[in-house]
């Protein structure tokens, strides 16, 4: 939770490879976050894009955080499966 661009980002990305074989940078791994996951996680891809594209500090409610990674994880999961 330090750091939660990297964070969100980088799940965004496990999930484009597992679903789509598709290896994305973390821009893109986000961009295919936004259009591919579930809509009440968008505006908070999208705010990590805006913050990584512009270098700014992401604040993001921790409970906010650990509820999408724990919706990535599952659905990462659930993809190996």
């Known amino acids: 939770m330090e750091n ?4 969100i980002l980088n799940l965004c990305r496990v999930a484009a490879f597992v679903q789509d074989e598709l290896i994305t940078s973390k821009k893109q791994g986000g961009q295919w976050g936004v259009q591919n996951l579930e809509p009440q996680y968008q505006g908070l891809i999208f705010e990590a894009l805006e913050c990584y594209v512009s270098g700014k500090e992401m604040i993001v409610r921790e409970e906010k955080a650990v ?15």
Not at 4 to 7: H, R, V
């Open 4 to 7: 939660p661009i990297y964070m």
């Open 67 to 81: 509820e999408f990674a724990g919706y990535m994880l599952k659905k990462i999961g659930g993809m190996l499966s």
